[in-house]
């Protein structure tokens, strides 16, 4: 069967690529005679995967040698939990509320410590990000929490030169990062969980500098504190091997597309073409303010949404599946991460600007 063009938001589509070649090494990995998912966590074999895995991702992202990369479980949602647990060491915590994502983060972090909420951009319908010069920053903050992508209503802070640097900033990256070069040193703390734009679920990647280690509060499970995660390379229990070898295939098949520069102007063409066909004309409408569109979730509505079941089933017809918008939202939503080939998105464009045509 051919496959579909798949918008879901998470878990996302995967490069063809990567798929063949987990396919091709699925029962017999490298000649070893077994699948990776049979292999010991602690064996030679999975040993090179995971550390090609950290090595590639570090080459990706020029990650710094002062960051410890951490493999772990739990996806991004405990890490609203774990982040606290680790930083917050008996003083309190800023966080910056712009989406469904960062509001859950600071709610968690609540049972953990002392936390502010010091802005909250919900009263707009979540459609931008706070200008920094005007908040109420506290100098002496654990940390700066803030997401970077907020995957359900499309708000990307694009302009990394903008943020605060008087405390550690702390940000879910879950579904952009990887999208576009990043500047790893700007943050304390980066974590993401897998399913977006890196692998499979399972997996949830940490990059934490190092003299953020070794805070944790007393009572923080032992599995949950990061440094004895990076004294241990991930491997303090057993690893969710699978999804770290398949995050290892991705890695290196964004190195064979030219590295996340390249991906950048990729991503940058793929959300030109749906943004262009919603802004066009009033039939589709985004509400986010242009500057904070993300290249990676594109949500929209129809003007007239007793329109939006033909859509949704026409669509189909397409190949293009996965597009029905967040519950909480409605309308629409094409993610288009980094294994949505442009081919991909032009048939939504086309399709969209068709539907148009027949239906405006
Ligand atoms: C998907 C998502 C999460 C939740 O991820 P899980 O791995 O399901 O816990 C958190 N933050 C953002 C920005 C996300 O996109």
Same mark, same amino acid.
């Given at each position: 069967m051919e496959r579909i063009y798949n918008f879901s938001a998470g878990p996302a589509v995967l490069p063809r690529e990567v798929l063949e070649q987990a396919s091709d090494e699925l029962m017999n990995w490298h000649g070893c005679g077994m699948s990776v998912m049979e292999m010991s966590h602690r064996g030679k074999e999975f040993t090179s995967i995971l550390e090609a895995a950290e090595a590639d991702l570090r080459t990706l992202m020029a990650i710094p040698a002062n960051y410890k990369v951490l493999f772990l479980q739990g996806g991004a949602t405990l890490q609203f939990a774990q982040v606290p647990m680790n930083l917050l060491a008996g003083g309190s915590a800023d966080y910056i509320v712009t989406g469904d994502w960062s509001k859950k983060a600071c709610k968690e972090a609540g049972h953990y410590g002392t936390v502010r909420q010091v802005v909250t951009t919900e009263a707009d319908g979540f459609t931008s990000f706070p200008t920094w010069s005007g908040l109420d920053l506290?100098?002496? %903050?654990a940390y700066l929490h803030l997401c970077t992508n907020e995957t359900i209503r499309g708000v990307e802070v694009l302009d990394f030169d903008s943020l605060p640097t008087a405390v550690p900033l702390v940000a879910d990256m879950s579904s952009h990062i990887l999208s576009r070069p990043m500047e790893?040193?700007?943050?304390?703390l980066i974590y993401a969980g897998a399913q977006k734009n890196i692998g499979p679920a399972g997996v949830c990647l940490v990059l934490i500098r190092d003299? #953020? #280690?070794? !805070? %944790? %509060?007393?009572? &923080?499970?032992t599995l949950l504190d990061y440094a004895v995660q990076a004294e241990n390379h991930s491997m303090l229990? &057993?690893?969710p091997t699978f999804s770290i070898y398949m995050a290892g295939l991705v890695f290196k098949w964004l190195i064979r597309q030219g590295g996340l520069a390249a991906m950048e102007q990729v991503n940058i063409k793929k959300a030109g073409l749906l943004y262009d066909v919603i802004t066009r004309t009033g039939f589709y409408h985004n509400p986010v303010q242009p500057a904070f569109r993300s290249r990676m979730n594109v949500p929209f509505t129809l003007r007239d949404p007793s329109l939006d079941e033909t859509f949704l089933a026409q669509a189909r017809q397409h190949g /293009? #599946?996965? /597009? !029905?918008?967040h519950k909480s939202v409605g309308g629409m939503r094409a993610s288009i991460y980094n294994a949505m080939p442009l081919e991909g998105v032009q048939a939504l464009a086309d399709f969209m600007a068709d539907f148009e045509q027949k239906h405006g």
């Open positions: 506290n100098p002496d %903050a790893v040193s700007r943050f304390g003299d #953020l #280690l070794g !805070k %944790a %509060a007393v009572g &923080t499970p229990n &057993t690893p /293009i #599946l996965q /597009i !029905k918008g």
